[in-house]
């Protein structure tokens, strides 16, 4: 069970990342300030502060946010708002972009690296008290090579 809500979070944190990321590398490339990126949400753990953004790891980790200077006022230099509809557009879009192009990543690399699958065997892992199974003589473990005479 703990396993299990640990890849959950693991996941969240990565999708969360992903999307900011989307937001933050648009929102820069298309000149718009970025006064913050952050993982979490405050109070704050860690900061550090490079160039113009400051890049802080928050306490509560279910979210994350990409502060960009004026976002609603066009008066401030390299405000989100004082840019054109277009580009307002792709950086507030690139998050949910980056949530599409994530997984077809990470699903094209795990179809790329090689598996050891056996093919075409199955392996009887558990038998029913009773059953048909039980009763032909079938025990845990037996490797099926063949249902009425068909491999």
Not at 4 to 11: D, E, P, Q, R, S
Not at 86 to 92: A, D, H, S, Y
Not at 121 to 132: F, K, Y
């Amino acid at each position: 069970m703990l396993t299990t809500i640990g890849a959950f979070v693991g996941i969240i944190v990565v999708l969360i990342i992903a999307h900011e990321f989307g937001h933050f590398i648009v929102a820069k490339a298309s000149r718009v300030r970025v006064n913050e990126f952050g993982l979490g949400f405050p109070p704050r753990v860690l900061s550090v502060k490079r160039g113009e953004t400051v890049y802080s790891l928050n306490a509560i980790p279910l979210g994350g946010f990409t502060k960009m200077a004026g976002e609603e006022d066009p008066k401030v230099p390299g405000s989100l708002a004082s840019k054109r509809i277009g580009t307002r557009i792709l950086v507030l879009s690139a998050g949910s972009l980056m949530n599409v192009i994530l997984p077809l990543l990470l699903f094209s690399i795990a179809f790329m690296v090689p598996h050891n699958l056996v093919m075409g065997q199955v392996l009887v892992e558990e038998v029913a008290l009773n059953s048909p199974a039980a009763r032909a003589g079938i025990e845990p473990g037996d490797t099926v090579l063949s249902i009425n005479e068909k491999p």
